[in-house]
Structure formats: C-alpha cells, structure tokens
C-alpha cells in the first residue's frame, strides 16, 4: 500500500540554523501539508501546497518557513532560522483529490529538537 | 473559531473491554469529522470518517463512531479491545472547502491492561 514517507525521523539542531525536512507524498496525490505537534500540544495545521503553489496557511507559518516541491516526488520543509519553541514533530501529509472528504495520508512525522 | 475538544487525556482499559473515547467539536456548518491513529513510530492513520447520512460510521480494525449533532461529538467505540489497539487516538474536523486543513484535538492515549 502506498504510504507518505518522512526523513530524516529525528533531528537535532543549534538553535538559530536552518533545517529542511523532507517528505515523499504519495505518488499520484496533488494535495500536500505540512502539520506539527508540540509535545503534549495538539497537532496544528502549518500549510497546504496545490499546483506549485502555498494554497492555506496558518498564523504558525510565519516568513521563517517556506515550503518547496524541488521534484516530482519531493515536498520540503524549511526552517530558516530554528527558535528552540520549533521543537516539535512535524507530519506531512497528501491527498489526492481536492473534495474535503478525500482522506489525508499522513506520514511518520520527523521529530525536530532545537537545543 | 472551529475547534476539537478530547476531554480524556489518557485512558486505561482492560482487553477484552470496551471502549469510549470523547470528541466534541464547535464548526458553524455540518462538520467533516475524522478518527485517526497513531501508534509509536507511526504516522497516523485513518480510522474513519464522516460527512453525511447514516450518523453510525464503521471503520477498520472493528471501530465505530456515532454522530450526534444535539450534542456537537463524534465518540469513537469499540465492543471490545485487544492489546494491539494501545495507541494515540485523534478526533478532527474538516472544513468543506476543497484541500483544507483539519483542525484535530490533543488526542487521547489508550493504555490496554490484561
């Protein structure tokens, strides 16, 4: 069955560095977020990515983030500047048609520490 | 605002058990409500969803969900639980706009005892 994959699953960085996470959605889908979870926080929706372009994004996703499909097959996440309240798990997700009833499939998620 | 409430942070049941796990929801509109998933190392998977009709959803791995406007939730059941169904469980809400967010609650996580 296909799946949305996520790497790397951990990672930790000085604060004030640059990060990129990456996710595979999966293949055939043209809908893709990326969402993150404080510890003990509920999962808040970052951004929405459509055509080549930001179609929703939160209040969170400020000028610090950006999002880029580099390929065919890849949607990051960068992080231009880590503060250590960026610590967080960060899921991607895909969908493959635009009816909000399609489900999104969610990926493992990437575990980012700030120290 | 649209939000999810999950008032059970952590809930223990014994297997073979049942089990209730507590959604409710604020959405102006008829909401898209979801169920999903997470076991360690995981990501989250779907349980189930709904939009319209029969306010009795079935999903996989044995689960259900009753609907109840009057009351804005959307509790998940399940007659009788098996260790492996120990995980986080997330309640949330979708808009009906096309490639929106959902908006998800805490989470629950479900401890199984034998």
């Known amino acids: 069955e296909p799946e949305v994959t996520q790497t790397p699953s951990h990672q930790v960085t000085q604060m004030g560095q640059e990060v990129i996470l990456r996710c595979v959605p999966i293949s055939n889908h043209l809908y893709f977020y990326w969402y993150r979870q404080i510890l003990g926080q509920k999962v808040e929706f970052l951004v929405s990515?459509?055509?080549?372009?930001?179609?929703?994004k939160s209040e969170i996703f400020d000028d610090q983030f950006s999002v880029e499909r580099p390929d065919g097959s890849n949607f990051t996440l960068k992080i231009r500047s880590t503060k250590l309240e960026d610590s967080a798990m960060y899921f991607c997700a895909s969908k493959g048609q635009p009816a909000s009833t399609d489900t999104q499939y969610f990926g493992p998620g990437t575990r980012l520490t700030v120290l | 605002a649209q939000s999810v409430t999950q008032p059970d942070i952590h809930i223990t049941v014994s297997e073979g058990a049942s089990l209730e796990l507590r959604c409710n929801y604020s959405y102006g509109a008829t909401p898209y409500l979801f169920w999903y998933v997470q076991s360690p190392g995981q990501g989250l998977q779907l349980l189930l969803k709904?939009?319209?009709?029969?306010?009795l959803v079935q999903g996989i791995k044995g689960f259900e969900a009753e609907f109840k406007r009057s009351q804005s939730s959307f509790n998940l059941r399940k007659p009788s639980v098996h260790w492996s169904d120990a995980a986080e469980y997330f309640c949330a809400v979708g808009a009906h706009q096309a490639g929106t967010a959902l908006i998800f609650g805490k989470g629950t996580t479900l401890s199984v005892s034998s």
């Open positions: 990515f459509y055509n080549n372009e930001i179609s929703e």
């Open positions: 709904y939009f319209s009709g029969d306010t």
